[in-house]
């Protein structure tokens, strides 16, 4: 009874039945079509193979697909969580710069990814090495520059670590080793500049403050020097008293400034001492180093992508191919596109 259902249902719908695609037809297809599918495969492996080797073979600036070379630099944020308004100001200027920080992050952290996209760091990077004649950028040099640095400087944070990394891609290893270099030293300049490192501001304002006593001990020194040889070559009478008076107040001035020098020695020590104790707010990891190895393009992967499209491409022709045979060899399909052509000239 179930088979005769079967029979009658068949008998009901032969178009059904004509319309079903078997196994055995797609595998006939591609065998009918075994040769034009192995020649365009092999000839785009030939042309991917071919393409990689000249591309590697030419110089730099002429290479279609030159080879890439990243350096990258680390560096050390401390954490500073008692400043959650100073956190929650330096977060919106980075949403305002497109910068995603999590919540959870520092206000330290924070102002490091919005400095890593400012114009004010891309422009200092572009005035540096002159990228935008490097780049051969005529319309619109500044934001046009901007926007391709932002593709080869980038600048990336670990929440988990709290390691601040900066990265530029170049054809010449030792030009972005430059840039690196110079993005790093801009970054920790320009966090000493804002006063986040009490310690850093601290230090190089006691060293200057040595210099500047040590050099006034020398001059006071040399004064008194020059006002004894005069006084061995002989002085007048009446200048006795005032060689006297002006004796007494450079060796008051000189004791009071070796004085000066004293202390401010002692704070210096005393402050690598504790710095040496505390972790800074920058601290430089690892300086960037000339790569000897490229970071991109993959040429493997390219002819391995280059071959399968061919290959995908080859048996979609295939397919039409034999679709338009069969149309080519079914009146009644034919028929159909012709009325269908002459209904559209009408």
């Keep these: 009874m179930e088979n005769s259902q079967n029979i009658e249902s068949a008998s009901q719908n032969p178009e059904q039945n004509d319309d079903e695609i078997s196994l055995l037809d797609l595998i006939a297809v591609l065998l009918h079509y075994k040769f034009m599918i192995i020649a365009v495969t092999g000839l785009a492996i030939i042309g991917a193979l071919v393409f990689s080797i000249i591309s590697l073979k030419l110089p730099p600036e002429k290479s279609p697909l030159p080879n890439q070379f990243t350096p990258q630099a680390h560096m050390l944020i401390k954490e500073d969580s008692g400043s959650s308004g100073l956190s929650g100001s330096l977060s919106s200027l980075a949403s305002l710069a497109g910068v995603s920080v999590g919540t959870g992050g520092s206000s330290r952290s924070s ?60 054809t010449d290893p030792v030009f972005a080793r430059d840039v690196v270099n110079f993005a790093v030293d801009w970054m920790q300049n320009r966090f000493d500049e804002l006063g986040l490192d009490s310690n850093r501001i601290e230090k190089k304002n006691l060293e200057a403050n040595i210099d500047a006593t040590y050099k006034e001990i020398l001059k006071l020194e040399k004064e008194a020097q020059n006002l004894g040889a005069s006084v061995n070559k002989g002085v007048s009478i009446w200048g006795g008293p005032n060689v006297s008076i002006e004796t007494a107040r450079i060796q008051m001035e000189l004791s009071a400034q070796q004085k000066v020098y004293e202390q401010l020695k002692t704070q210096y020590e005393l402050l690598k001492v504790k710095m040496q104790s505390e972790q800074p707010v920058f601290q430089i990891l690892e300086r960037p180093e000339i790569p000897d190895m490229k970071s991109k393009p993959s040429r493997g992967k390219l002819c391995i992508i280059i071959t399968f499209a061919a290959f995908f491409i080859s048996v979609f022709m295939a397919f039409a191919l034999n679709a338009w045979q069969n149309i080519k060899n079914d009146p009644e399909a034919q028929k159909k596109l012709n009325l269908k052509t002459k209904k559209e000239s009408v």
């Design 111 to 170: 102002l490091a990814n919005y400095l890593s996209t400012s114009n004010e760091y891309l422009d200092a990077v572009n005035k540096k090495f002159n990228l935008t004649e490097r780049y051969k950028i005529e319309k619109f040099p500044v934001t046009s520059t901007r926007k391709a640095l932002k593709k080869t400087l980038v600048s990336t944070y670990d929440d988990e670590s709290s390691v601040f990394t900066i990265s530029f891609t170049d």
